[in-house]
DNA sequence: GGACAATTGTTGTCGTCAACAACAATCTTT
DNA sequence: AAAGATTGTTGTTGACGACAACAATTGTCC
């Protein structure tokens, strides 16, 4: 067993079928402590569910969100410069279009100048909808900073920078 | 229209279907901006995207990581035990173990103590080919610590370190 | 100007994953 | 012993990323 990594020894008990109880969180996590990737995910699952609990009475999932906010910022985009803005792909996107379509949030416009897009837009009703969304989002916003600090938001959102 | 989260004013150009090319990265993010969890998403992404593709010879995914990992550091624990500490549904964990089980790399003991539940451990095949997992998800790891900076991610890994 | 390549939106398939619900077998409680 | 909880399992649903193929349209190149 070449010792290249974390070598961890098996903790008590590494008998077999029979075992005390463990409670649950003396369980140790082992060479995922060092794992960006494993904390960023737990933490991701936890963001997005207060993000959907947040916002579920108007029923605006991330994604969504995303997509309405820039619409709304960047009217007339075509489907594809949403998407490859959003890392999207564009095959999803039009699923997405297709709800907050009929949702009349959005719609599609045939763009005149290039017969294969459509240019983006939101509708009247989209706007105020936005807005509310927008509120809501900041709230779910607080929940994250009291959850993981003013300060520590901060950092993270400068850390993360450009990967958005 | 209430100004109570950031107010927005739609960019150049928000005329209708005709528009000039956009370049694409100069399109606004708007609100966005302001939150973690876009950005957690986006380097979410970009970090088990790396993950599958170091790990891409051995054919082993984040999850499966997580779970050899944990019962490599615990044998003995029970479905349920792993499930629980790794924030994995047990319905989901049953078909990751059923992968696992059958590539030799874990076995499912009934335990004596309570019949319902089984005990998991790794197979010696298993126990050497995490060996190895370990050493690619460590130069995985290099790859985060290339990409935002190795204070950056140590403060990341700090940050979130109660979501573990 | 006309053939050929690239782009846009769309449809469809596949696999991962979280969230539930239901169930049989087996503890635990009282 | 009866009622309730837990464990593993099966199945369903829906969001999501990754691909592949296609028609319509635009762009390029000779």
Redo the contacts between chains.
Sequence with gaps: ??A???Q?S??K???????RR?D??E??????????????????????QD?IKTLGDVDIR?TQY?VL??I??????SQM?VA??L?IERARLVHLLDSLEQRRLVKR?????DRRSH?M?LTTQG??AL?KF??L??E??RH?EAR?GKA??E???Q???D??
């Design positions: 067993m070449t290249t990594a974390s961890t098996p903790r008990r590494a008998g077999n079928g029979a075992a463990i649950a969180d369980i140790g996590l082992d060479a995922l402590i060092g794992h960006a990737g494993y904390a960023v995910r737990r933490f991701q699952i936890w963001i997005f993000f991330p995303s906010t820039v709304g910022a960047n009217p007339g985009l410069a490859k803005r890392g416009i045939k763009s005149k100048t240019a837009h706007e105020t807005a927008k509120r989002a900041a779910h916003e994250v993981i520590n938001r950092r993270l959102l850390i993360l920078a990967f958005t």
